[in-house]
Structure formats: structure tokens, C-alpha cells
């Protein structure tokens, strides 16, 4: 068979793999923006519907997302999307103010003009974001901007965890409150101080940013 042939085939067919990579991205993408609302029920073959796919990829799928905490799987209940806990969000913030402020303060005295110029990109993509989900992969740019010059790829790593863990609560929070413009604000001011060396100012600026989503995500759903 000619490559030709072959690619054909292969794009007309593509791998199980790739399929349960776009069914997983998009309903990643629903359940961040919380157009998915947590506890909803997910089945398994609506979505084999929907898709024109086997159940396998969507099997597949949703195992992605469980690993990413973003769906549950319940006994006798099936799969539904995962519920927002309130003590959750305050213990992932005491840890991400623990960790991400001592990074600031690293990474203060060796901001450099690329690193300005990743986090103003991210700023700017942040205002311009058309969607929750663009929105969110953004402020993720900006905060990897800021720490990313402390030069501590492990820790680095541990704080990626814990704000993939944090991210479904402020895609909620921005979905039901106007408290986005002020978090985008912050982001300006914070990249001042990071310009001007003022690890300490940072750190503490950061902390009080982070309070804040925290705080606005408890209330939000302390009325959900």
C-alpha cells in the first residue's frame, strides 16, 4: 500500500487514542468553564452518542479526567463531575500561599526582560480571552512567568499540581462572579513588583491575591 494510501486511511481513521484525547479535552474544557456543574451526571453512552464513537474512548476519556480529579466515580451512581469542596479550596491556598511566595521572592531578583515580556503576553491574552478556558490557561501563563525565573523546576512542579487542583474551583467562581477583573489587576500590579526587585512586596501581595480568589470562591459556593 502507497503512503499515500496509508495516510488516507490513517486520517480517516484516527487512533482510539487521539479520539478519547478530543472527547476528554472537550469536556475538560465544559467542566472548567462550569457549563458541566459539579455533581453533574455523566453517561458514558450519551457521550458515545454524541461523538459518533464506541464506549471505549469515552472510558478512556473520562479515566483522564479522573486522574485530574475532575470527574468522580460513584458506586451505584456512575461517573459525575467532580464536586467543589470548600475545605478543598481553602487547603490548596494555604498551600500554594506557602509555597508560590517563597518562590516570588526567589524569582524577584532574577526577573529579567524576557520573563517581563511572558507575563505581559499573559496579561494581555488574559483581557483579550474570549472563553473561561482560555481565561484560565492565561492566568496559569502569567503565574509560570512570574516563579518560573527562582530557578526551582521541582517545586515549580509541586505548585503546577496544586493549581491544576485549584483550577476548577476559580473557573466556577469566574463563571458565577464579576471577580476576574480584579484578579487581572493584581496580575499588573504584581508584575510592577517583579520588575522592580521587590521580592518581599511581591510575596506579600501575592498571598493577599490568592486570599482573595479563595475567599470569592468560599462565597460563591456558600450560594450555590
Not at 478512556?60 to 479522573?66: H, K, M, N, S, T
Request: proline letters at 4%; a neutral charge.
Amino acid at each position: 500500500m502507497s503512503r499515500t494510501k496509508t495516510a488516507a486511511i490513517e486520517n480517516a481513521n484516527p487512533p482510539v487514542r487521539t479520539i478519547a484525547e478530543h472527547i476528554a479535552d472537550r469536556l475538560r474544557g465544559e467542566i472548567l468553564s462550569a457549563e458541566l456543574a459539579p455533581g453533574t451526571p455523566i453517561r458514558q453512552s450519551h457521550l458515545a452518542t454524541r461523538y459518533g464513537v464506541s464506549q471505549a474512548p469515552v472510558r478512556e476519556a473520562l479515566g483522564q479526567l479522573a486522574s485530574e480529579e475532575l470527574v468522580e466515580y460513584h458506586t451505584n451512581r456512575g461517573v459525575r463531575v467532580a464536586e467543589l469542596r470548600r475545605s478543598h479550596a481553602q487547603e490548596i491556598a494555604s498551600l500554594r500561599i506557602l509555597i508560590e511566595t517563597d518562590l516570588v521572592m526567589r524569582a524577584a531578583g532574577h526577573f529579567t526582560t524576557s520573563d517581563e515580556d511572558a507575563a505581559m503576553a499573559a496579561i494581555t491574552a488574559t483581557a483579550s480571552a474570549a472563553t473561561i478556558v482560555d481565561k484560565l490557561a492565561a492566568d496559569d501563563a502569567f503565574h509560570l512567568a512570574i516563579y518560573n525565573p527562582a530557578g526551582h523546576p521541582i517545586t515549580l512542579d509541586v505548585v503546577q499540581r496544586l493549581r491544576a487542583r485549584y483550577v476548577q474551583y476559580l473557573g466556577y467562581m469566574w463563571k458565577h462572579t464579576d471577580h476576574a477583573p480584579a484578579s487581572l489587576d493584581d496580575h499588573r500590579k504584581l508584575l510592577q513588583l517583579m520588575k522592580a526587585g521587590k521580592g518581599e512586596q511581591a510575596a506579600a501581595f501575592l498571598r493577599r491575591h490568592i486570599d482573595a480568589s479563595t475567599q470569592a470562591i468560599v462565597s460563591c459556593l456558600n450560594e450555590s
